[in-house]
């Protein structure tokens, strides 16, 4: 920079760390995230996440989809290298710890409600908007597709996690495209992110054990579905008769265990519903399909 320029970039800045948002040219602004990354101007690296985190929210967006994106990146790079508490990790990682929840659910299907691990099916495929059963009862649907899927994650033979995806380790370099001094090594040689997200850190680099999607996962996904779909019909002698779309053994099996265990859980809760009109004489009957208009 020349004179003019830098008393132009000094003047921005001090207004900027007084709280004075205005919109300068772009070189400024990436000096000015630079200056952040490295620690200059600021007291201890909380102190700078603080600031990058303001100018985010306040700056990023007046410069475009590019910084923001490279902010976001450098946000998540500055937590691990500087090995910031997990209160920052949670910010920086919101999207990243998101999307971690969607695999500990379908992981753990028993410790969430049949809504919450439905849903998180509903966002990955289209099958279910062209889903009779569902769109019949969609509480009912989700109460029998939980105990299927339960059944299927017990069972290693099912293997079912391949149509979802897999845990991958991927190497990621800190700082990426901006202008970072590399005065130390990372703070930590590990860092945990959640359960399903966690970092190994060296010098300049890391790596990031994560789940990923799988190859195809919706027509893969939409396919299982098509066969849930299939099955429950066929147990239930709803609708028409779907054709059969290829599928492992081990799944197929599953599934049909699913829905035994679903039809006994509903025999049982209308015996036990029917036992006071048997004290009073009444025959018990079972309920129809909860799935039939």
């Known amino acids: 920079m020349n004179l003019a320029q830098l008393h132009t970039y000094f003047t921005w800045r ?14 400024y602004a990436y000096v000015y995230i630079y200056e952040l990354l490295n620690n200059i101007g600021v007291t201890d690296p909380l102190s700078g996440y603080q600031q990058l985190r303001a100018f985010q929210e306040h700056y990023a967006p007046s410069y475009g989809k590019k910084m923001v994106a490279y902010l976001q990146q450098w946000l998540q790079d500055y937590v691990l290298y500087y090995g910031l508490n997990h209160q920052a990790a949670n910010e920086a990682f919101a999207d990243r ?124 996904l939409n396919a299982f579905f098509h066969e849930v779909d299939r099955l429950v019909r066929q147990a239930f002698g709803l609708g028409h008769p779907l054709k059969a779309r290829p599928l492992s053994p081990a799944i197929l099996k599953d599934i049909q265990q699913g829905i035994q265990l679903y039809l006994a859980a509903k025999r049982r809760e209308a015996q036990k519903a029917a036992e006071p009109e048997l004290h009073m004489g009444a025959s018990a009957k079972l309920p129809s399909s909860n799935f039939a208009r």
């Open 97 to 220: 710890i998101a999307e971690d929840r969607q695999y500990y659910i379908v992981r753990h299907p028993q410790d969430y409600s049949a809504a919450e691990l439905l849903k998180v099916f509903a966002g990955w495929i289209t099958y279910l908007q062209h889903c009779r059963l569902y769109q019949n009862n969609e509480e009912e649907f989700a109460r029998l597709f939980q105990i299927i899927w339960q059944e299927l994650v017990a069972d290693p033979a099912a293997r079912v996690m391949t149509l979802v995806g897999k845990q991958k380790i991927n190497t990621g370099y800190f700082f990426g495209n901006a202008v970072f001094y590399f005065r130390q090594d990372p703070q930590q040689s590990t860092y945990i992110i959640d359960s399903e997200r966690q970092y190994q850190l060296k010098k300049r680099q890391y790596y990031c054990t994560s789940w990923q999607p799988c190859q195809r996962r919706g027509v893969k």
């Open 14 to 27: 001090t207004r900027l760390r007084g709280g004075h948002f205005s919109v300068n040219s772009t070189s």
